[in-house]
T-cell receptor
Framework: DAKTTQPPSMDCAEGRAANLPCNHS???????VYWYRQIHSQGPQYIIH???NNETNEMASLIITEDRKSSTLILPHATLRDTAVYYC??????????????FGTGTLLAVQP | ETGVTQSPTHLIKTRGQQVTLRCSSQ?????VSWYQQALGQGPQFIFQ???????GRGNFPPRFSGLQFPNYSSELNVNALELDDSALYLC?????????????FGQGTRLTVV
């Protein structure tokens, strides 16, 4: 079962920041938070990941709360091409032998013109 | 472009048949995972291969099997196809199996079982 909870859908105006929340209250100390997005019928696209500290790259910023029980993905200036399903994932690591991405149902972000 | 390529892109099979899907991982990546995505659902983990060995499996029956080759490319085989096997099959490659290594997905193979 997914270890994350996300709202099923959100709207955002083009050019504005999109803030996508995620709850992961049962996360363990060595588990990373990953964000992927999936545009209709394409493979998921990696966005960003983090453990404890906030992270930023050319696509987005990831803000993780101090207790690590929730996080927020920020797309600073949303465009129509950012319309997609966004998945927040806790990457489960079984002592290094296996790790897998457990996808939930994600948040459908609709960027409006 | 992630450098992960899957073939074929689309496939139609009859119930009871067998199918082989292929994945070429990104250069230098030694870990490949396979996922099944039914319509309207998130991807579900099938199994993972690390250096030619299966080292993790999701809740899928034994008729789902795989291989990883010395060049780290991979195959997913499904025997005795059922209608519910209709889905988008995704492979993802990563540099290794560590928890802080991002996985990159291919575009998937759309399998339809009739």
């Amino acid at each position: 079962d997914a270890k994350t909870t996300q709202p099923p859908s959100m709207d955002c105006a083009e050019g504005r920041a999109a803030n996508l929340p995620c709850n992961h209250s049962t996360i363990s100390g060595n588990e990373y938070v990953y964000w992927y997005r999936q545009i209709h019928s394409q493979g998921p696209q990696y966005i960003i990941h983090g453990l404890k500290n906030n992270e930023t790259n050319e696509m987005a910023s990831l803000i993780i709360t101090e207790d690590r029980k929730s996080s927020t993905l920020i797309l600073p200036h949303a465009t129509l091409r950012d319309t997609a399903v966004y998945y927040c994932i806790v990457r489960v690591n079984y002592g290094g032998a296996t790790n897998k991405l457990i996808f939930g149902t994600g948040t459908l972000l609709a960027v409006q013109p | 472009e992630t450098g992960v390529t899957q073939s074929p892109t689309h496939l139609i099979k009859t119930r009871g048949q067998q199918v082989t899907l292929r994945c070429s991982s990104q250069s230098g990546h030694n870990t490949v995972s396979w996922y099944q995505q039914a319509l309207g659902q998130g991807p579900q983990f099938i199994f993972q291969y690390y250096r030619e060995e299966e080292n993790g499996r999701g809740n899928f029956p034994p008729r789902f099997s795989g291989l990883q080759f010395p060049n780290y490319s991979s195959e997913l085989n499904v025997n005795a196809l059922e209608l519910d096997d209709s889905a988008l099959y995704l492979c993802a490659s990563s540099l290794d199996q560590a928890g802080d290594t991002e996985a990159f997905f291919g575009q998937g193979t759309r399998l339809t079982v009739v």
